[in-house]
């Protein structure tokens, strides 16, 4: 803008001097045509007559008015100076010299505007008229105009940079108090950055203050992201902490899992060890009192033993490695109620009821025997954790893409600060190691092994336990559909393999089924004879020989 000011300044300065020029260079000729030198004719019609020294006179600069440095000069008709004064700064005029002269020379007589530079005189706009047959040049000193230019440039320059101090200076105060939030958030970027965050437990980082993360400026974006960021990383690096917390407890337990896996199996194995290494002893002593058929029979009792907890361990290693369990089509209705079966000859003391509320096969994909395995398990568990007269009640059921089993008892039920590690291996009501005969407690392996079974088959099992009530679920995949065979709706059929034939097959109708006796009940059907469903008084159904 101030350039622009001293461009137009200078434009109209330039313009008035070559107003001024003009004038006087009128005022010369006019003073050439009509002042000394001009005569008047004799006689009527006579106009005037130049006199001899007509070529070289300026007397016309004596006038009074004549501005102080003015030039002029006569020319010949080929353009040189013939004579040239300057009004000096007494006002008298002074002959230039041949020097001064010669930067006069060659100006066109059309009144074009020059500019020209007079030797000790300075910068001169010229200009030249014609004058009554001798042309006269005027010259006006430019200095003043340039001086006056030259100061006003200064002027715009100096106002100019003081402008752009005070507006950079009011610019600088704005921008840093603008910019002040965004260096606070820096400084508690840089603060946050020198937390040790490797270690230890990280909380109570800094953060933005709550006036330096309104929305209404970049700064208090910036600082409300830095603030949820730092919220972040608190949170994400608790988080890390607690995990490795757990990673950690996890590991102690696994480790404390592991010192009592390998306590517990060194005395289940070495209990019957024992046994078997006292009463072998015994009987190469020929001690007397001891029957050597009832010694073998501990020692088979105490071999078995052993054998089912080294299966049990090799199962649970076998399932723990992935391998993937059998697939064949197993009936879950048969497999329970042979299951059922079982458990009934070996708890006598119990009521056993098989409940088969179907609508239709219940139908999985996987290992028979391991299947098979799994429910005797948990009516075992039920078996050996409840007392004599306890109601255990298995029931089957498909619903949708699942099948299944539950197990449930009227026992005491399980502690609930068991219930979290039931399915965990060698975890016992009792933690001690001592029973009160070989037929009750056990290893703790069976729930474990009940519960690597389901997972091997894709499968879940949980539990629900309070005083009286004790339920064990297992759902599985219902696999392929049984293909028609042309039995009745509502039926199942019941088989078992057996060794070098197929085991006949019989139809059991679906509904609660007790097994065991009960005052004023005629004594169960044995598995190999046959028998019609015969409605109870109850509205339960009698079991139906399987074979």
């Known amino acids: 803008m101030a350039f622009s000011t001293v461009l137009a300044q200078r434009a109209y300065l330039l313009g008035d001097l070559d107003q001024r ?8 000729r006019d003073g050439v045509l009509g002042g000394t030198g001009v005569g008047t004719g004799v006689g009527p019609g006579a106009g005037p007559v130049l006199g001899p020294d007509l070529g070289t006179d300026l007397g016309f600069l004596d006038v009074r008015g004549q501005p102080i440095g003015t030039i002029a ?5 080929g353009g040189a100076v013939v004579a040239a004064k300057v009004v000096s700064r007494s006002g008298a005029p002074r002959d230039l010299g041949a020097a001064q002269r010669s930067t006069l020379a060659g100006i066109e007589v059309d009144g074009s505007l020059h500019t020209r530079t007079v030797p000790g005189l300075g910068t001169y706009r010229v200009t030249a008229l014609d004058g009554g047959g001798r042309p006269v040049l005027t010259a006006l000193p430019m200095d003043d105009v340039q001086d006056m230019i030259r100061g006003l440039t200064v002027v715009e320059g100096v106002v100019a940079a003081a402008g752009l101090t005070v507006v950079g200076s009011v610019c600088a105060v704005v921008v840093r108090r603008r910019l002040s939030p965004l260096e ?5 970027a840089v603060e946050v950055s020198r937390t040790p965050l490797g270690h230890g437990e990280v909380t109570g980082l800094s953060r933005v203050p709550e006036g330096d993360t309104g929305p209404g400026s970049e700064a208090g974006r910036i600082g409300a992201a830095l603030n949820r960021l730092i919220d ?11 995990g490795e917390e757990e990673v950690r407890q996890e590991v102690r337990r696994g480790e404390e899992r592991m010192r009592r896996f390998l306590a ?9 060890l024992a046994s078997i290494a006292g009463y072998a002893e015994l009987m190469n002593r020929g001690a007397g009192g001891i029957e050597q058929a009832s010694a073998w029979r501990r020692v088979s009792a105490e071999s078995a033993r052993m054998t089912a907890l080294v299966e049990d361990l090799l199962l649970l290693a076998r399932l723990d490695e992935g391998r993937p369990p059998g697939s064949v089509e197993v009936d879950l209705a048969a497999l329970v109620t042979e299951a059922v079966w079982e458990a009934r000859a070996t708890g006598q003391d119990h009521i056993w009821r098989l409940a088969l509320p179907l609508d239709s096969p219940a139908l999985v994909a996987g290992d028979e025997a391991r299947l098979h395995q799994l429910v005797a398990n948990l009516l075992t568990n039920a078996r050996a954790h409840t007392p004599a007269g306890t109601t255990v009640v298995a029931t089957v059921e498909a619903t949708g893409a699942f099948c299944a089993i539950r197990v449930r008892d009227d026992g005491p039920g ?9 399915f965990e ?11 009160v005969s070989p037929g009750h407690g056990g290893s703790g392996l069976g729930l474990a092994v009940a519960a690597a079974i389901t997972a091997a088959h894709r499968g879940r099992i949980h539990v629900e336990s309070t005083p009286g009530r004790t339920e064990f679920t297992v759902e599985l ?8 065979t042309g039995r009745a709706p509502g039926e199942h059929i019941l088989a078992r393999r057996s060794t070098g034939s197929v085991a006949p097959r019989a139809r059991v109708l679906g509904g609660a089924l007790p097994t065991a006796r009960a005052p004023g009940d005629s004594a169960p059907t044995p598995p190999s004879a046959k028998a019609t469903p015969a409605p109870r008084a109850d509205g339960e159904a009698a079991v139906l020989p399987r074979r």
């Open 21 to 28: 020029v003009g004038d006087a260079a009128e005022r010369s």
């Open 73 to 77: 000069a006569r020319l010949d008709d």
């Open 184 to 188: 606070r958030v820096a400084a508690m």
């Open 232 to 242: 972040h990383v608190e949170t994400s690096l608790t988080e890390r902490l607690r």
């Open 264 to 272: 517990d199996a060194s005395h289940e194995l070495r209990t019957p």
């Open 414 to 422: 399980i502690p609930p600060t068991l219930l979290p590690s039931v």
């Open 425 to 435: 291996r060698f975890t016992r009501a009792d933690a001690s190691r001592s029973r």
């Open 477 to 484: 995949p219902v696999g392929r559909p049984v293909p028609p």
